[in-house]
C-alpha cells in the first residue's frame, strides 16, 4: 500500500498506522471518542489516473480521484477525505458520478477542493485550431469529426465570449402573417406558417440538406420553440415545421403563439454569417467566423463543447440511499453544451420541460459548493431535484447559460415525501447572463418544493424572471410553502424579448412563504407583463414586505387570481404603464385577493392602477395607510375615480397623497430626507443597501461589472 498524505503532519508529529500517516496527537486514545486520519488525495493536469493520488503521484481526474477514495474505502480507511485539486485546466467528455458510496458523514465528509491559491478548471470542451483567411471576409478552420458525422456542435466560445450562431434579422425580428397548425398521428404537430418575401429570399437559395439544418426560434410571450424547417414552398411564402409538441391552448386564446403576437429568427446558415463575431459550422466540417475589428483569429482561442453534463449526483432517495455530505469548493465548471433533438424543443414556460442540467443531483443530502462556478453552458447551472434536502449554494459564480441558473425542486409532486426536495439554500451567489438559448428561463426557479431559503444574491441580465416559486396553477395542491427569498438584487430583466415576467413570480397556495427587502429593477417586457413582484395563478398566503421595485414595464406590483397574500411596506417606484395591478377572483369565493398597506407608490407616468381592475366585480383587496405621489404633485385618478369618490367607497383608508420625502428619486436614492410624511402612516423605514452580494469588496464588485446592453430607465416612454 502507498503511503498517503495527512495535512496534519504539516504542524504535528506523525506516525504510520495500517500504511497511512496520522497525527501523533489524534492518535493517542481518546476516551469516548475516536479520530480516524484524514486521507488526501492529489489531482493535478499532469497526473495520471493510474496513480495512487499522493503527492508525488497525482491522479489526473475528479473521476480518478474518485476512484482512489474507493480504493482506500475498500482497504478498510475510514475518516474525512480532501480531494486536492492543483491548478491547471482539467478536459473532460464524461461527467464524475457519485453515488452513495462515494458520500461521507457530518464527522468526516469528502471534500473536492481547490489546492491554496488555485483556480482549476474543468472544461468540457475542446480547443478549435487552425484558423485561415477565407472569403468574403471570413476565416475557416477544420473541425476533425465533424464530416464523419461525430463533434457536431451548436455553441462556440471565442475567447471566453459565447459567439452568436450566423442568425437573420441581425437585429429586429420577423412575424408571421398566417399560422396553420394540423394535428399529425404519432403525437406530433405540423405548423405551416405564412411568412414575408423577405424571409422566403433567404431560404429559397438553399439546398434541402442546408435547409435541413436551419433552426427556426419561436418567441412566445412566456416561452419559446426550437424548431428545423421541413420544407418550403416558394410560390405560396410558406415554411413547414413539425414536431412534437403542440401550440398550448391559452396561446391561441390570447395570441401569443405562432401568431401575430410573436415573433422568430432564423438561424445556423452560412449566407446569414454577415455580421461581426458570427460563426457557422458546416456538415463538412468547416468551421466559418466573421472577426470583429481588431482581432485575429489565428490567435484566438476557440472553444466547442463536447459534453453538457459535469457532475452528477445520483442516491437512491425512494431506496433509503443519500449521497451525504460531499463538499466542493474552488471548482470551475465551463463549456457544457445543447444539441437540438431532431424535434425540436417545445414551448414550456421557465424552460421547465429541459431536462438538463450542467450539475444534477438526485438524493444529495447536506451537499455544499462554495465559491464554485459554472459558466459558458448550453443548459441549465445546477439542478437538485428528486429528494435533495439540506444542501447550500454559497458564494458561487453562474453566468454565461444556455437557460437558468438554479433549480430546486420538480415539475411534479412526489407522492413519496422521501422523494420530495426541500431545504435548500442559495446565498450570496452571483447569477447572471443567462437565458442565452432558452430565453424563458429562470435565474433562480422553486417548482415543487418548500423550505427554501434564495437570499442575497445577485441575479440579472434574463430575458424573463430572475426568481419563480411554485408550479401549481390555481388553487390546487402545492407543496411550495414557507419559501424565504429575501434580500436579492434582481434586474435586468426581460431585455423587451418576453412578456408575463416578473422580478420575483409565484405560483399556487404558498403558506408560510416570505419575499422581503429585495431590490428590483429594470424589468423590461416584450408586449406586455413587466412586472416587479408577481403573484399569478393561485398564489395565496404570501407575504410580501419591504422591496424596493423601480423601472418596469407594468407595474410594482400584480396580483392576476389568489387570496390572501399581504402586501405591505415596499417602495414602489416608476413603473411606465400602471404601478398597481389587479385583475379576476377566479371564482374561488368571497374571499380577500390581497392586503395592500403601508406601501409608497411613487411615480411619473403612467396611471396609478391598471385596467382591467373593476374592483367591485372582480378584486376584492383591503388597501390602506399607503402613501401615493405622482411626480411634480401631477393628478392622478384612481381606477377612474377621484380620491374623493375612492375614500367614499371605503377604500384607503389612512391612505394619503403626500410627496414621500425621497433623497433624490431620479437618482434612484430612495432614503428619505425627511420622516415627517411616512409617520403619518406607519412605513417603517428599511435598509435597502443590503440587498445583494456581500463578503469582500473583489465579489461585490464583480457582482456590479456584468455588462447588460440593454439598460434602460424609466424616462423612457411607454410602449
Same mark, same amino acid.
Given at each position: 500500500?502507498?503511503?498517503?498524505?495527512?495535512?496534519?503532519?504539516?504542524?504535528?508529529?506523525?506516525?504510520?498506522?495500517?500504511?497511512?500517516? !496520522?497525527?501523533?496527537?489524534?492518535?493517542? %486514545?481518546?476516551?469516548?471518542?475516536?479520530?480516524?486520519?484524514?486521507?488526501?488525495?492529489?489531482?493535478?493536469?499532469?497526473?495520471?489516473?493510474?496513480?495512487?493520488?499522493?503527492?508525488?503521484?497525482?491522479?489526473?481526474?475528479?473521476?480518478?480521484?474518485?476512484?482512489?477514495?474507493?480504493? +482506500?474505502?475498500?482497504?478498510?480507511?475510514?475518516?474525512?477525505?480532501?480531494?486536492?485539486?492543483?491548478?491547471?485546466?482539467?478536459?473532460?467528455?464524461?461527467?464524475? !458520478?457519485?453515488?452513495?458510496?462515494?458520500?461521507?458523514?457530518?464527522?468526516?465528509?469528502?471534500?473536492?477542493?481547490?489546492?491554496?491559491?488555485?483556480?482549476?478548471?474543468?472544461?468540457?470542451?475542446?480547443?478549435?485550431?487552425? /484558423?485561415?483567411?477565407?472569403?468574403?471576409?471570413?476565416?475557416?478552420?477544420?473541425?476533425?469529426?465533424?464530416?464523419?458525422?461525430?463533434?457536431?456542435?451548436?455553441?462556440?466560445?471565442?475567447?471566453?465570449?459565447?459567439?452568436?450562431?450566423?442568425?437573420?434579422?441581425?437585429?429586429?425580428?420577423?412575424?408571421?402573417?398566417?399560422?396553420?397548425?394540423?394535428?399529425?398521428?404519432?403525437?406530433?404537430?405540423?405548423?405551416?406558417?405564412?411568412?414575408?418575401?423577405?424571409?422566403?429570399? &433567404?431560404?429559397?437559395?438553399?439546398?434541402?440538406? =442546408?435547409?435541413?439544418?436551419?433552426?427556426?426560434?419561436?418567441?412566445?410571450?412566456?416561452?419559446?420553440?426550437?424548431?428545423? @424547417?421541413?420544407?418550403?414552398?416558394?410560390?405560396?411564402?410558406?415554411?413547414?415545421?413539425?414536431?412534437?409538441?403542440?401550440?398550448?391552448?391559452?396561446?391561441?386564446?390570447?395570441?401569443?403563439?405562432?401568431?401575430?403576437?410573436?415573433?422568430?429568427?432564423?438561424?445556423?446558415?452560412?449566407?446569414?454569417?454577415?455580421? %461581426?463575431?458570427?460563426?457557422? &459550422?458546416?456538415?463538412?466540417?468547416?468551421?466559418?467566423?466573421?472577426?470583429?475589428?481588431?482581432?485575429? %483569429?489565428?490567435?484566438?482561442?476557440?472553444?466547442?463543447?463536447?459534453?453538457?453534463? /459535469?457532475?452528477?449526483? =445520483?442516491?437512491?432517495?425512494?431506496?433509503?440511499?443519500?449521497?451525504?455530505?460531499?463538499?466542493?469548493?474552488?471548482?470551475?465548471?465551463?463549456?457544457?453544451?445543447?444539441?437540438?433533438?431532431?424535434?425540436?424543443?417545445?414551448?414550456?414556460?421557465?424552460?421547465?420541460?429541459?431536462?438538463?442540467?450542467?450539475?444534477? +443531483?438526485?438524493?444529495?443530502?447536506?451537499?455544499?459548493?462554495?465559491?464554485?462556478?459554472?459558466?459558458?453552458?448550453?443548459?441549465?447551472?445546477?439542478?437538485?431535484?428528486?429528494?435533495?434536502?439540506?444542501?447550500?449554494?454559497?458564494?458561487?459564480?453562474?453566468?454565461?447559460? #444556455?437557460?437558468?441558473?438554479?433549480?430546486?425542486?420538480? @415539475?411534479?409532486?412526489?407522492?413519496?415525501?422521501?422523494?420530495?426536495?426541500?431545504?435548500?439554500?442559495?446565498?450570496?451567489?452571483?447569477?447572471?447572463?443567462?437565458?442565452?438559448?432558452?430565453?424563458?428561463?429562470?435565474?433562480?426557479?422553486?417548482?415543487?418544493?418548500?423550505?427554501?431559503?434564495?437570499?442575497?444574491?445577485?441575479?440579472?441580465?434574463?430575458?424573463?424572471?430572475?426568481?419563480?416559486?411554485?408550479?401549481?396553477?390555481?388553487?390546487?395542491?402545492?407543496?411550495?410553502?414557507?419559501?424565504?427569498?429575501?434580500?436579492?438584487? +434582481?434586474?435586468? +430583466?426581460?431585455?423587451?424579448?418576453?412578456?408575463?415576467?416578473? #422580478?420575483?413570480?409565484?405560483?399556487?397556495?404558498?403558506?408560510?412563504?416570505?419575499?422581503?427587502?429585495?431590490?428590483?429593477?429594470?424589468?423590461?417586457?416584450?408586449?406586455?407583463?413587466?412586472?416587479?413582484?408577481?403573484?399569478?395563478?393561485?398564489?395565496?398566503?404570501?407575504?410580501?414586505?419591504?422591496?424596493?421595485?423601480?423601472?418596469?414595464?407594468?407595474?410594482? /406590483?400584480? =396580483?392576476?387570481?389568489?387570496?390572501?397574500?399581504? !402586501?405591505?411596506?415596499?417602495?414602489?417606484?416608476?413603473?411606465?404603464?400602471?404601478?398597481?395591478?389587479?385583475?379576476?377572483?377566479?371564482?374561488?369565493?368571497?374571499?380577500?385577493?390581497?392586503?395592500?398597506?403601508?406601501? @409608497?407608490?411613487?411615480?411619473? =407616468?403612467?396611471?396609478?392602477?391598471?385596467?382591467?381592475?373593476?374592483?367591485?366585480?372582480?378584486?376584492?383587496?383591503?388597501?390602506?395607510?399607503?402613501?401615493?405621489?405622482?411626480?411634480?404633485?401631477?393628478?392622478?385618478?384612481?381606477?377612474?375615480?377621484?380620491?374623493?369618490?375612492?375614500?367614499?367607497?371605503?377604500?384607503?383608508?389612512?391612505?394619503?397623497?403626500?410627496? %414621500?420625502?425621497?433623497?433624490?428619486?431620479?437618482?434612484?436614492?430612495?432614503?428619505?430626507?425627511?420622516?415627517?410624511? @411616512?409617520?403619518?402612516?406607519?412605513?417603517?423605514?428599511?435598509?435597502?443597501?443590503?440587498?445583494?452580494?456581500?463578503?469582500?469588496?473583489?465579489?461585490?464588485?464583480?457582482?456590479?461589472?456584468?455588462?447588460?446592453?440593454?439598460?434602460?430607465?424609466?424616462?423612457?416612454?411607454?410602449?
Amino acid at each position: 500500500m502507498k503511503i498517503w498524505e495527512s495535512t496534519f503532519c504539516k504542524s504535528l508529529p506523525c506516525v504510520r498506522v495500517a500504511g497511512v500517516f !496520522v497525527s501523533a496527537v489524534l492518535a493517542l %486514545p481518546v476516551v469516548g471518542q475516536a479520530f480516524a486520519a484524514e486521507l488526501v488525495v492529489h489531482v493535478a493536469p499532469t497526473g495520471d489516473d493510474a496513480g495512487d493520488g499522493s503527492r508525488a503521484k497525482p491522479v489526473a481526474s475528479l473521476s480518478g480521484a474518485r476512484d482512489a477514495v474507493r480504493r +482506500l474505502r475498500a482497504e478498510g480507511k475510514a475518516g474525512p477525505v480532501r480531494v486536492v485539486v492543483a491548478d491547471g485546466t482539467y478536459r473532460f467528455t464524461e461527467p464524475l !458520478v457519485l453515488g452513495p458510496e462515494d458520500g461521507g458523514s457530518a464527522e468526516a465528509p469528502v471534500r473536492y477542493e481547490a489546492a491554496p491559491g488555485a483556480k482549476p478548471v474543468f472544461s468540457g470542451g475542446r480547443k478549435i485550431t487552425g /484558423f485561415r483567411r477565407g472569403e468574403n471576409g471570413l476565416w475557416v478552420a477544420d473541425v476533425p469529426g465533424v464530416a464523419a458525422g461525430n463533434s457536431y456542435f451548436e455553441q462556440l466560445w471565442v475567447d471566453g465570449r459565447r459567439a452568436r450562431s450566423a442568425m437573420e434579422p441581425d437585429t429586429g425580428q420577423f412575424f408571421f402573417d398566417e399560422v396553420v397548425e394540423t394535428n399529425l398521428s404519432g403525437g406530433r404537430f405540423r405548423q405551416t406558417v405564412t411568412v414575408s418575401p423577405q424571409v422566403m429570399s &433567404l431560404l429559397t437559395p438553399l439546398s434541402p440538406a =442546408q435547409r435541413a439544418d436551419v433552426k427556426l426560434l419561436v418567441f412566445h410571450s412566456w416561452n419559446n420553440t426550437h424548431r428545423f @424547417i421541413n420544407g418550403i414552398d416558394a410560390g405560396s411564402h410558406s415554411i413547414r415545421s413539425e414536431g412534437a409538441q403542440v401550440i398550448k391552448p391559452w396561446n391561441k386564446l390570447m395570441e401569443l403563439a405562432w401568431g401575430s403576437k410573436g415573433y422568430f429568427h432564423l438561424e445556423n446558415f452560412l449566407s446569414a454569417l454577415d455580421e %461581426p463575431g458570427e460563426w457557422f &459550422l458546416a456538415r463538412d466540417g468547416k468551421l466559418y467566423y466573421k472577426p470583429r475589428p481588431g482581432e485575429d %483569429p489565428a490567435s484566438m482561442e476557440f472553444v466547442a463543447p463536447v459534453t453538457g453534463r /459535469f457532475l452528477l449526483i =445520483q442516491g437512491d432517495p425512494a431506496g433509503g440511499r443519500f449521497v451525504e455530505h460531499v463538499h466542493f469548493k474552488g471548482l470551475a465548471f465551463r463549456h457544457g453544451q445543447w444539441l437540438t433533438p431532431a424535434g425540436g424543443y417545445g414551448p414550456f414556460q421557465a424552460a421547465s420541460r429541459l431536462d438538463e442540467a450542467a450539475v444534477m +443531483l438526485d438524493g444529495a443530502r447536506n451537499v455544499v459548493f462554495q465559491d464554485c462556478e459554472i459558466a459558458h453552458v448550453g443548459t441549465h447551472g445546477l439542478w437538485f431535484r428528486r429528494g435533495s434536502s439540506q444542501c447550500r449554494v454559497e458564494r458561487c459564480l453562474f453566468r454565461d447559460l #444556455g437557460a437558468g441558473g438554479v433549480r430546486i425542486g420538480e @415539475i411534479r409532486i412526489r407522492d413519496n415525501t422521501a422523494e420530495q426536495t426541500h431545504h435548500i439554500t442559495l446565498d450570496n451567489n452571483i447569477i447572471q447572463s443567462g437565458g442565452r438559448i432558452f430565453t424563458d428561463a429562470v435565474g433562480a426557479w422553486i417548482g415543487h418544493s418548500g423550505d427554501n431559503n434564495v437570499t442575497h444574491n445577485d441575479i440579472g441580465d434574463f430575458f424573463y424572471s430572475a426568481v419563480s416559486v411554485g408550479w401549481t396553477w390555481g388553487f390546487g395542491k402545492s407543496v411550495a410553502k414557507r419559501n424565504n427569498i429575501s434580500f436579492n438584487h +434582481l434586474h435586468h +430583466l426581460g431585455q423587451r424579448r418576453m412578456s408575463d415576467l416578473a #422580478g420575483v413570480y409565484t405560483l399556487g397556495i404558498s403558506d408560510g412563504t416570505v419575499i422581503s427587502h429585495n431590490v428590483i429593477h429594470d424589468v423590461y417586457c416584450w408586449g406586455y407583463g413587466g412586472w416587479g413582484l408577481y403573484t399569478d395563478e393561485g398564489s395565496s398566503n404570501i407575504v410580501m414586505e419591504n422591496n424596493l421595485v423601480y423601472n418596469v414595464t407594468d407595474g410594482g /406590483f400584480h =396580483q392576476h387570481y389568489g387570496r390572501e397574500n399581504t !402586501v405591505r411596506n415596499n417602495i414602489l417606484a416608476f413603473s411606465q404603464q400602471e404601478q398597481v395591478r389587479g385583475t379576476a377572483q377566479k371564482k374561488a369565493g368571497d374571499h380577500l385577493s390581497f392586503t395592500f398597506k403601508r406601501n @409608497i407608490v411613487y411615480f411619473d =407616468q403612467g396611471e396609478l392602477f391598471g385596467k382591467p381592475w373593476q374592483w367591485e366585480a372582480d378584486v376584492l383587496a383591503d388597501l390602506r395607510n399607503n402613501i401615493y405621489w405622482r411626480a411634480g404633485g401631477q393628478r392622478f385618478g384612481f381606477a377612474g375615480k377621484s380620491w374623493d369618490q375612492w375614500r367614499a367607497m371605503g377604500r384607503d383608508q389612512g391612505s394619503i397623497i403626500a410627496d %414621500p420625502k425621497f433623497m433624490d428619486p431620479d437618482s434612484y436614492d430612495f432614503r428619505f430626507a425627511s420622516d415627517e410624511v @411616512i409617520k403619518q402612516t406607519g412605513f417603517k423605514s428599511f435598509d435597502y443597501s443590503q440587498a445583494g452580494v456581500y463578503g469582500d469588496a473583489a465579489w461585490i464588485a464583480l457582482a456590479k461589472a456584468t455588462p447588460n446592453s440593454n439598460k434602460e430607465n424609466h424616462h423612457d416612454k411607454p410602449r
